[in-house]
Nanobody, 126 residues
Framework: QVDLVESGGGLVQAGGSLRLSCAAT????????MGWFRQAPGKEREFVAT????????YYVDSVKGRFTISRDNAANTLYLQMNRLKPEDTAVYYC???????????????????WGQGTQVTVSS
């Protein structure tokens, strides 16, 4: 079992920045990749970014490339998402997720992530 707790959400004006954190506890040695997903009101949850837990692989959804940066601190078992130049359309609940299954590599598919945090609200005002 891996437990994930997000923090760092809040209200920010368009053009501003926020840094999300996700602390992992439990069987963290089993983690292969960790990622961020988000769900806006009335929409399905979507992939934002992901990173391998011990390698260089990272992926981003096109809409955040150049604005968001995913990173990790393995010693602290913590995942980060630095969000710059935020837009109102970035408003959503952001979820941290952990992938154990290595068969298909680092995944952008929600179904490949076995563990999820409870989410943190990010609201960007125009």
């Amino acid at each position: 079992q891996v437990d994930l707790v997000e923090s760092g959400g809040g209200l920010v004006q368009a053009g501003g920045s926020l840094r999300l954190s996700c602390a992992a506890t439990g069987r963290t040695f089993s983690i292969y990749a960790m990622g961020w997903f988000r769900q806006a009101p009335g929409k399905e949850r979507e992939f934002v970014a992901t990173t391998s837990w011990s390698g260089p692989t990272t992926y981003y959804v096109d809409s955040v490339k150049g604005r968001f940066t995913i990173s990790r601190d393995n010693a602290a078992n913590t995942l980060y998402l630095q969000m710059n130049r935020l837009k109102p359309e970035d408003t959503a609940v952001y979820y941290c997720a952990a992938q154990k299954n290595i068969l298909r590599g680092v995944s952008r598919a929600e179904m490949m992530y076995e563990y999820w945090g409870q989410g943190t609200q990010v609201t960007v005002s125009s």
